[in-house]
């Protein structure tokens, strides 16, 4: 029987938020989409809603608990999302030929178009975070999260 502890560990005030990653990320995920809000309300558009057009621009038809999962939003906010992009058509939702519970959902070209809008405000908005950090440093921290995400993911996406 090992009688040794193990060490402890410094508490938040000693690291300090600046040095705890997960506030980090929070910070950084809401000042990035803070930062092409007034775009997204101009277009109808809110975060959950962008997100999934965003995906669905890039993932061809998926589950939409696999949506849930791709856009880090809870199911009942994702579906009530949905309900909006499909009202205002820009997408489309399809049984699942081999499960006809599940529903896939598509980008219409209306979406597309909507999302295309979109891009370039985000992309500026990423190109703003990376200011001054060089390629192999912005490929290494993307890497690094990458690597994390595979760390604590529940999903196989």
């Not at 277009?43 to 999962?69: D, F, N, Y």
């Amino acid at each position: 029987m090992n009688d040794e502890s193990p060490p402890p560990r410094p508490r938040l005030g000693e690291i300090g938020l600046t040095n705890f990653a997960p506030y980090m990320m929070n910070r950084i995920m809401g000042r990035y989409n803070a930062g092409f809000r007034e775009e997204m309300a101009a277009m109808g558009l809110t975060t959950p809603k962008a997100r999934a057009l965003a995906v669905l621009s890039v993932v061809e038809g998926p589950l939409i608990r696999e949506l849930s999962v791709y856009t880090v939003t809870e199911q009942s906010t994702l579906s009530r999302a949905l309900d909006q992009l499909q009202a205002d058509g820009l997408i489309r939702r399809e049984t699942d030929a081999a499960d006809s519970r599940a529903v896939r959902v598509y980008v219409t070209d209306a979406g597309r178009a909507a999302f295309d809008a979109l891009w370039p405000h985000m992309a500026d908005a990423q190109a703003r975070m990376f200011r001054g950090i060089p390629d192999d440093e912005r490929r290494a921290f993307v890497g690094t999260l990458q690597k994390m995400l595979a760390n604590i993911r529940k999903h196989e996406i």
